[in-house]
Antibody, heavy 118, light 107 residues
Framework: QVQLVQSGAEVAKPGASVKVSCKTF????????VHWVRQAPGQGLEWMGRINPKSGATNYAQTFQGRVSMTRDTSITTAFMELSSLRSDDTAVYYCAVWSGYNWFDPWGQGTLVTVSS | DIQMTQSPSTLSASVGDRVTITCRAS??????LAWCQQKPGKAPKLLIY???NLDRGVPSRFSGRGSGTEFTLSISSLQPDDFATYYCQQYNGYIWTFGQGTKVDVK
């Protein structure tokens, strides 16, 4: 059974960085892209990017280019998303999700609330 | 990046109504389009992939149509569990994007 377990809520200051983890269970980690999607309070879903766990290759939305880094540790089947130069409008719930090739694995990660505040 | 525009932003409807949501892409995405449903405080759930294919376990009252740049999600007879926010999502190429969402609420 697929499970994606994310790290806990974070509070960070403007200008700082935050790193969120997504521990995966129940499927072959190397075979499927891990995606990151965020949702600001009361707002819609925003696709941030994805990582190929096998090769480490990444694709990022233009909005986040230069500020986001997605990595993985295959030995612990975990993906990471680090966002730097944080601003108040980065306050959001960050989700990890896995695409099978034709659909999203269900469920997504439970979400990690990142609050950016001085 | 490809822009996805949904309409309407909010749709007020009653149980039993047929509802249709439209999603337009800023360029041709063939049929690389999915629809997701999200309820407050929960992660999204996939309803439809590749424009018209129902995901496993999704009720048959949901249907998707379209290709190229224009797509629709229809619910044939709205049920109480269907009041939620719906997002289209394109996955043509390396960079993906979501529409801004359509909230279906009680009329």
């Amino acid at each position: 059974q697929v499970q994606l377990v994310q790290s806990g809520a974070e509070v960070a200051k403007p200008g700082a960085s935050v790193k969120v983890s997504c521990k995966t269970f129940g499927y072959s980690f190397n075979n499927y892209y891990v995606h990151w999607v965020r949702q600001a309070p009361g707002q819609g879903l925003e696709w941030m990017g994805r990582i190929n766990p096998k090769s480490g290759a990444t694709n990022y939305a233009q909005t986040f280019q230069g500020r986001v880094s997605m990595t993985r540790d295959t030995s612990i089947t975990t993906a990471f998303m680090e966002l730097s130069s944080l601003r108040s409008d980065d306050t959001a719930v960050y989700y990890c999700a896995v695409w099978s090739g034709y659909n999203w694995f269900d469920p997504w990660g439970q979400g990690t609330l990142v609050t950016v505040s001085s | 990046d490809i822009q996805m525009t949904q309409s309407p932003s909010t749709l007020s409807a009653s149980v039993g109504d047929r509802v249709t949501i439209t999603c337009r892409a800023s360029q041709n995405i063939s049929n690389w389009l999915a629809w997701c449903q999200q309820k407050p405080g929960k992660a999204p759930k996939l309803l439809i992939y590749k424009a018209s294919n129902l995901d496993r376990g999704v009720p048959s009252r949901f249907s998707g149509r379209g290709s190229g740049t224009e797509f629709t999600l229809s619910i044939s007879s709205l049920q109480p569990d269907d009041f939620a926010t719906y997002y289209c999502q394109q996955y043509n190429g390396y960079i993906w994007t979501f529409g801004q969402g359509t909230k279906v609420d009680v009329k």
